[in-house]
C-alpha cells in the first residue's frame, strides 16, 4: 500500500481509471467512473463562474454532497460542508462566517440572503469562463458540543495524508452521515482506492442498511462504537463477507471490541484516534481498548504525542488542520494541538477517560459519563447506556441513565432494583445514577456519537 499525494484536487485520481468501474451504489442506483466524467464534462460550461469562490454545500442526500464534491474541488476557493440537521440559524451563522458567496442544496424550503442553486439553474446559462485549478479549501464544522460547531479548515492533502490505497476491490459500508470528518474519511479512503462505496439514503433504518451491505458483500466497515452497539442489537447481523472493522469517534471499550470479536473472529479489528482539528492520528490493532504508551514515546511513524499539564492529549501530526476559519484559534502551543482529551496511563497502557469539558459536576465532584456508561454496559443484559445530568438546586447534577436492555428480561423493576444495588456496592457514591431508564432507542448524532449536548 501506498500514501495518495499525487492528486492536486478529487476529479484527478479518476481520470485515468477503468471507465465501467463501480464507486458507488445508493438506493437502486449506480455511479460508475464513466458517470461522473461524463457530469463533469457537461457541467464544467456552466459552473465556471465558481472559480475561486467560497461555495457551500447543503444536502440531505449523501450522495448528491460526493457528485459535488467531486466536481467543485479544485475550481472552488473555499467549499464549505454545512450538516443539513444543525437549524436555520447556525446554518445562516456558519455561511457569513465562512464569507460563502454561492449555495448548492437540495431543499427548496431553505431561506437564506445568498445566491442560492440546484443544478437544474446552473443549466440554464452557459459561462465558459477559463478554470485555472487550485488546491480548494474543505470547511468541516467541528462536533460542535458546546455552543455553535467551529469550522475547521483543510484541503485535500491535509485529508488523506494518512490514506493509503487499498484493494480496488474492496468495497465499504458508510455508516455516517457524510458532512463530518469520520464520514469524509470513510468516502475519502474508498474513493482514491478506486473501491465501491455503498451510500446511505436520508432516514434510512440500520436494519435495511445492513442488508443492503449484506446484497452488495460489504467488505469494510467503519463506526463508533455506539453505532458498533445498535448494529449489534439488530436481530440479523450476518455481514456475511466484512473483512475489516474500523471504530473512532469515541473512546473504545474492552466490551465492544470483545462484542464484535466474537461477532466476526474473522475480521481484522482495529480502532484510530481522529478529529476535525489533528486529523488523522494513530491506529491500534492489538485487540486492546487503548493505546500503548510507546506510542507517547515517538514510536507511532512521524506522529508526536504528550500529556498536557491538565492530563489532555497533545497531537502533533502533519494531518493536522490548517486553523479554525474566521476568529477563532485552534489550541496549538509548539506545534502540538490540545485534543482537549483526557488520558489515564495504567500498567503501560493509555486510556481515554472523557473530555476535559465534558465532565458532570454533582455534589463539587467530577463525574465523567463515559466511564459510568461502561460500568453499567459491564453489566449483565445491559447493551448500551447513556448518562446524562439531571439539574438539582442541591447537588449542582443529579444523574440519570438511559439505558437499553435485553428482550429477555421480563421484569425491568427487579432489574432496576438490582442494578441500582450493584451500583451502591461497587461505586463512589457521587457516581451512582439517581434516575433509570429503560429505552427502546438511544439517538445518535449524525457523526454516530452519543448525543451529550441536550
Given amino acids: 500500500m501506498m500514501s495518495n499525494q499525487n492528486n492536486q484536487y478529487l476529479f484527478q485520481s479518476i481520470e485515468k481509471s477503468k471507465k465501467n468501474k463501480i464507486l458507488f451504489i445508493s438506493g437502486s442506483s449506480t455511479y460508475d467512473i464513466d458517470y461522473l466524467i461524463e457530469e463533469r464534462k457537461k457541467l464544467l460550461p456552466y459552473i465556471s463562474f465558481l472559480s475561486k469562490k467560497n461555495v457551500a454545500l447543503i444536502f440531505r442526500e449523501n450522495i448528491d454532497l460526493i457528485r459535488y464534491l467531486v466536481l467543485l474541488d479544485g475550481i472552488a476557493a473555499s467549499i464549505i460542508i454545512i450538516p443539513i440537521e444543525i437549524s436555520e440559524k447556525i446554518k445562516k451563522e456558519l455561511l457569513k462566517k465562512s464569507d460563502t458567496q454561492f449555495i448548492f442544496y437540495d431543499n427548496a424550503s431553505l431561506n437564506f440572503d445568498i445566491e442560492s442553486h440546484n443544478i437544474n439553474h446552473c443549466l440554464k446559462k452557459r459561462n465558459d469562463i477559463q478554470i485555472n485549478y487550485l488546491k480548494s479549501n474543505w470547511l468541516i464544522t467541528t462536533s460542535g458540543t458546546t455552543g455553535s460547531p ?96 474500523t471504530l473512532g469517534g469515541e473512546a ?64 502533533k501530526s502533519n494531518s493536522t488542520a490548517k486553523d479554525y476559519y474566521g476568529d477563532d484559534k485552534i489550541k496549538i502551543e509548539n506545534g502540538y494541538i490540545d485534543t482537549g482529551d483526557l488520558i489515564e496511563i495504567k500498567n503501560n497502557r493509555c486510556y481515554f477517560i472523557g473530555r476535559e469539558n465534558g465532565s458532570i459536576n454533582v455534589g463539587g465532584n467530577k463525574v465523567f459519563p463515559e466511564a459510568l456508561e461502561e460500568f453499567l454496559e459491564n453489566y449483565p443484559n445491559i447493551k448500551m447506556a447513556k448518562v446524562t445530568p439531571r439539574k438539582s438546586s442541591i447537588m449542582g447534577n443529579l444523574l440519570e441513565a438511559a439505558l437499553i436492555i435485553s428482550r429477555g428480561v421480563l421484569d425491568e423493576k427487579k432489574f432496576i432494583s438490582e442494578l441500582r444495588e450493584h451500583c451502591i456496592k461497587n461505586l463512589n457514591k457521587e457516581m451512582i445514577p439517581s434516575f433509570f431508564y429503560i429505552k427502546d432507542s438511544i439517538e445518535l448524532s449524525s457523526s454516530g456519537k452519543l448525543k451529550r449536548n441536550e
Wanted: hydrophobic share 40%; aromatic share 8%.
Fill in 252 to 315: 473504545v471499550k474492552e466490551n465492544i471490541l470483545s462484542a464484535l470479536k466474537k461477532k466476526f473472529p474473522k475480521a481484522q479489528i482495529r480502532h484510530i484516534y481522529a478529529s476535525s482539528e489533528a486529523g488523522v492520528g494513530f491506529s491500534v490493532n492489538d485487540g486492546l481498548a487503548g493505546f500503548p504508551q510507546s506510542y507517547m514515546e515517538g514510536s507511532y511513524k512521524n506522529l508526536k504525542m504528550k500529556i498536557s499539564k491538565n492530563s489532555t492529549l497533545l497531537i
Fill in 150 to 245: 467551529k469550522l475547521v479548515v483543510h484541503d485535500l492533502k491535509s485529508l488523506t495524508i494518512s490514506t493509503k490505497i487499498n484493494d480496488q476491490n474492496a468495497t465499504w459500508g458508510l455508516l455516517y452521515r457524510l458532512e463530518k470528518f469520520a464520514g469524509l474519511q470513510v468516502f475519502l479512503q474508498s474513493y482514491l482506492s478506486n473501491s465501491c462505496l455503498i451510500i446511505p439514503q436520508s432516514n434510512e433504518s440500520l436494519d435495511k442498511l445492513v442488508k443492503k451491505f449484506n446484497d452488495n458483500h460489504v467488505s469494510h466497515l467503519s463506526g463508533t462504537p455506539s453505532l458498533w452497539r445498535k448494529l449489534l442489537m439488530l436481530k440479523k447481523v450476518e455481514l456475511y463477507n466484512l473483512k475489516n472493522i
